[in-house]
């Protein structure tokens, strides 16, 4: 589907994070908001640090998560899927990738990517936490030139 070779390592374990976060809260499909989560996954994540940076913790997301979409747990799904919007992101981070120069798609670019999509769960969330793409871009832009592996 996506040239995952475009990827930093630490964005492929975003991914995979993502998966698992939607696994655990019994849903079928990833979505904005798993994404969201699994930036959290490593604080070596390029993601973790603009996160921790704008002062937004992981128990703030986690709980306006679950108000927006709850948890599933009524079955373990055989298989999960990302959503329409989820793919809109990837390919939104590839562009930002793109325009900045950057070699290989970073957890930055796929937060920065969430936020500038702006329509999903995860999206409202990181504005209502006051972590708005403006703000994301500029800490992104401060981090720089620190590649992410």
Do not use: N, W
């Not at 298989?79 to 809109?88: A, E, G, L």
């Not at 670019?109 to 999903?120: D, M, S, W």
């Amino acid at each position: 589907m996506y040239p995952f070779e475009r990827f930093t390592s630490h964005a492929k374990e975003l991914l995979t994070l993502a998966q698992t976060e939607a696994l655990k809260a019994g849903y079928s499909y990833i979505g904005t908001e798993h994404m969201l989560l699994a930036a959290f996954g490593d604080a070596e994540f390029q993601s973790a640090k603009i996160l921790a940076a704008l002062s937004i913790e992981e128990a703030a997301v986690r709980s306006a998560t679950d108000k927006a979409i709850g948890r599933h747990k009524t079955s373990i799904p055989t298989r999960i899927v990302p959503t329409s919007r989820v793919k809109v992101v990837i390919e939104l981070a590839f562009k930002l990738c793109g325009s900045a120069g950057d070699p290989k798609v970073s957890t930055g670019h796929l937060l920065l990517a969430v936020a500038t999509e702006g329509q999903g769960i995860a999206a409202h969330v990181l504005k209502d936490l006051g972590a708005t793409k403006e703000r994301i871009e500029s800490e992104m832009a401060q981090q720089l030139p620190a590649p992410e592996a």
